[in-house]
C-alpha cells in the first residue's frame, strides 16, 4: 500500500512531493493547511469568518474514511495470515523411548520423527514412516477429495490428518515447507508493481493537478462573481477535498491483493503479476501432452479377442503373468484387470524373454506376453482390421499367446486425462485456441488430438526445439501460454508470454513459470483466465468508479448548482463523499471473492 497511508497530512505532503508524484496528501494537506493559515489570519484581526470547526470536521471525517478503507486493506492481507494460520503451533515429537512430547512447530529439525493424531494438522512436510491414513490437502493445493497415504509418500505441512494416527519422518522445515514458499510467493505476487497500478499512478497524479487547478480557479471565478473570500475558499477546499484521487490509489492494489490470496487458496500460484495480467487477452494456450493433457502412464486402451476367447479371459490371463513383472507395460495390464475388478491367479515359472517379453505357466496352461518383433521372428502374422487400427494410432501393442497359438492382442497407450476434454473444451468457449506440443510420434500425437478435439498439434518435437514451436505461434500475431511440466519445458515456458508449469505437486519454486498450477488438472488452466479476466474487469469498475463520481462531484463542490437551486457542498460533506467512494472501491475489490465459484 503507499506509504502515506501510515504517516499524517503533512508527512505525506512533503513524502510525496519528495517522490515528485502529488497524489492525495498533497491535495488534502495543501486544503487543510490553507483553511487553518486563513481562519489564523482572522484570530489575528484579518476581516472574514472562522473556518475552525470545518477544518476539524473534515479532518475527523478523513482520517474515518482511512480507519475503514484501512480495514479493507488488512482484510486484503488477512488472507495470507489465513495461510500462516494453517500450521499448528506444538507438534508431538516422538522421543527415542517411544514416549511423545509436546514442542513448538518452530523447533522441529530434520529427520526428527512426530505423531500426528487423527484430525491433526501435519506439523511440517514430511514422509510416513507408519500408518495409512487419508490426508485433506483442500487448503493448500485446493485439492477437493482426501488423498491416500501410506508409509513412503510424502505429506504438506498444513494439511490435516484423516482417520488414522501415522508417524511421520520431517523432510522441511521452517521457510523450505510448501507452505511457507506458497506464502512468499503470494507476499512477493502481491507486492510486484502491476501495469495497471502505473496507470492508476499516473491517473492520481493527473487528478491532483487538476484539483489544483479547479480548486484556483474556484476561487478566482467565486472572488471575481463578487462573493466575500471566506466563501470563495471554502468552495476552494471543498473542491480539493472531494477531486482527492483517494479511491484510485486503492483502486488496483486491493483487488489484486485480493485475487492473489484467491488463487493460492485454489492450488493456482501466481509468481508474476504482470504475466498473470496478460492472461486475459490469451489467445492461444500450448499444452505439453505428456503428463498434462495425459497421465504420463501406460494403461490398457484396447483388449482385442482374436480366437473367441472373453475379452475378461484375455486381460485376466495377461495380468496373472504379468503380475511378477516391473515393466510399465506389465504395470498397465495388472492395473487394468485390478480396476476391472477381475482377479488373476498365481502364475508358476516364470522368465523373461529377453526384450521381447515374458513366459510362465497359468492355471496349467502356458501363457506368453510378447511385442510383434516376436511374432516377426517366428513368421506368424496376424491379420485383422482393429490391430492394425490401434497400430496405427500409435499405441503400444502385445499379443498373448496360449500353448503358443495367439489368442488375443492388447493395445495400451498414455491414459488422456479425464478433465482434459472439459478443459479445452472451456478454452474454446473462451474464445482460445487450445493446441498440443509433444516429443511423441505423430500417430500418437493424432490419436490424443482426435480424442480431445484440438485442433492443432506439434508431434515429434524434441525438448530443445519446443521454445522455437511456441515462438511460431507467437509469430502469427497470438498471445500464448505454455502449459508444461516445467522440467523439460522450462525454455518453452519462458518463451511464451504467460508460463504455466503444471503438476507441481509440491516443488512450489518452479523458476522458468509465470504461474504454478498445484494440481494436475488441465482444468485449472481456464480457470486461471477467468480469474484474470474477472480481476482485469473489477480493476476497470474500480478505477471508473473513482474517477467517474469525481465528474459529478466537482462541479457541485464549486458551486456550479448554487445560483440556480443554492445546492452547496460543505467541506465536511465533500470529505463524507470521498470517503464514501473509496469505501466503495474496497468492497467492491472484496466482491471479486464471492466469484470464487465460478473461477
Not at 506389465?330 to 526384450?355: F, K, L, M, N, W
Not at 504454478?516 to 480481476?535: E, K, M, N, Q
Request: proline share 4%; glycine share 8%; with cysteine.
Amino acid at each position: 500500500m503507499h506509504d502515506h497511508m501510515h504517516h499524517g497530512a503533512v508527512t505525506g505532503l512533503v513524502d510525496e512531493l519528495n517522490k515528485k508524484l502529488p497524489g492525495m496528501m498533497t491535495l488534502v494537506g495543501l486544503a487543510i493547511s490553507v483553511a487553518y493559515l486563513y481562519s489564523a489570519a482572522v484570530v489575528f484581526g484579518l476581516r472574514g469568518t472562522v473556518f475552525f470547526w470545518e477544518t476539524a470536521t473534515l479532518i475527523d471525517i478523513m482520517l474515518l474514511g482511512h480507519w475503514i478503507e484501512m480495514r479493507s486493506v488488512m482484510g486484503a492481507s488477512r488472507a495470507l495470515e489465513e495461510l500462516v494460520r494453517l500450521l499448528p503451533a506444538e507438534a508431538h515429537r516422538l522421543r527415542p523411548d517411544g514416549s511423545t512430547e509436546d514442542v513448538p512447530v518452530t523447533e522441529l529439525r530434520q529427520d526428527e520423527l512426530v505423531l500426528v493424531k487423527p484430525g491433526d494438522r501435519i506439523p511440517a512436510d514430511g514422509a510416513i514412516t507408519e500408518g495409512r491414513t487419508t490426508v485433506n490437502q483442500a487448503l493448500l493445493t485446493g485439492e477437493s477429495q482426501p488423498v491416500e497415504k501410506s508409509p513412503g509418500d510424502a505429506v504438506l505441512g498444513g494439511a490435516v490428518n484423516g482417520e488414522a494416527a501415522i508417524t511421520l519422518r520431517i523432510t522441511r522445515t521452517g521457510a523450505e515447507t510448501y507452505l511457507a514458499q506458497v506464502i512468499e510467493l503470494v507476499r512477493r505476487a502481491q507486492q510486484t508493481r502491476s501495469r495497471t497500478q502505473d496507470l492508476a499512478n499516473r491517473a492520481a497524479m493527473w487528478l491532483t493537478v487538476i484539483a489544483i487547478a479547479a480548486g484556483a480557479t474556484t476561487l478566482v471565478a467565486w472572488l471575481a462573481g463578487g462573493r466575500s473570500f471566506d466563501f470563495a475558499l471554502e468552495r476552494m477546499v471543498t473542491v480539493m477535498v472531494i477531486t482527492c484521487p483517494h479511491a484510485l490509489g486503492l483502486a488496483v492494489p486491493l483487488v489484486v491483493a485480493v485475487s492473489t490470496s484467491i488463487s493460492a487458496r485454489n492450488g493456482l500460484l501466481i509468481r508474476d503479476r504482470a504475466a498473470f495480467e496478460r492472461a486475459r487477452a490469451l489467445d492461444a494456450v500450448v499444452f505439453d501432452k505428456t503428463g498434462t493433457l495425459t497421465e504420463g502412464r501406460f494403461g490398457v486402451t484396447d483388449v482385442i479377442s482374436l480366437d473367441g476367447r472373453s475379452e475378461t479371459d484375455i486381460l485376466r490371463i495377461a495380468a496373472a503373468l504379468e503380475s511378477r513383472s516391473e515393466h510399465p507395460i506389465a504395470d498397465g495390464i495388472v492395473r487394468a484387470a485390478t480396476e476391472q475388478g477381475i482377479s488373476y491367479p498365481a502364475p508358476a515359472e516364470v522368465s523373461a524373454i529377453p526384450g521381447k517379453g515374458a513366459r510362465g505357466i497359468v492355471e496349467s496352461m502356458e501363457v506368453t506376453v510378447v511385442s510383434p518383433g516376436y511374432l516377426k521372428e517366428r513368421s506368424q502374422t496376424i491379420d485383422d482390421a482393429r490391430v492394425a487400427r490401434v497400430a496405427e494410432q500409435g499405441k503400444t501393442v502385445v499379443y498373448v499367446l496360449v500353448d503358443s497359438k495367439v489368442v488375443g492382442a492388447i493395445a495400451l497407450a498414455d491414459i488422456i486425462r479425464a478433465e482434459s476434454r472439459e478443459a479445452l473444451q472451456r478454452l474454446k468457449q473462451m474464445g482460445i485456441r487450445p493446441m498440443m506440443l509433444t516429443g511423441d510420434s505423430q500417430p500418437v500425437a493424432r490419436w490424443v488430438a482426435q480424442e480431445l478435439g484440438l485442433d492443432e498439434y506439434f508431434a515429434e518435437v524434441l525438448p530443445d526445439q519446443k521454445a522455437a514451436k511456441i515462438r511460431e505461434v507467437k509469430a502469427r500475431g497470438f498471445t500464448v501460454a505454455m502449459v508444461g511440466d516445467g522440467v523439460n519445458d522450462a525454455p518453452a515456458l519462458v518463451e511464451a508470454d504467460v508460463g504455466i508449469a503444471i503438476g507441481a505437486g509440491t516443488d512450489v519454486a518452479i523458476e522458468s513459470a509465470d504461474i504454478v498450477l498445484v494440481r494436475s488438472d488441465p482444468r485449472d488452466v481456464p480457470a486461471i483466465v477467468g480469474l484474470a479476466r474477472a480481476t482485469y474487469r473489477k480493476i476497470v469498475q474500480n478505477l471508473w468508479w473513482a474517477t467517474g463520481y469525481n465528474a459529478v462531484a466537482v462541479p457541485l463542490a464549486a458551486g456550479v448548482a448554487y445560483r440556480a437551486t443554492g445546492i452547496l457542498l460543505s467541506p465536511a460533506l465533500g470529505a463524507v463523499f470521498m470517503s464514501v467512494s473509496t469505501v466503495i472501491v474496497a468492497v467492491n475489490a472484496q466482491l471479486l471473492g464471492r466469484r470464487k465459484g465460478s473461477a
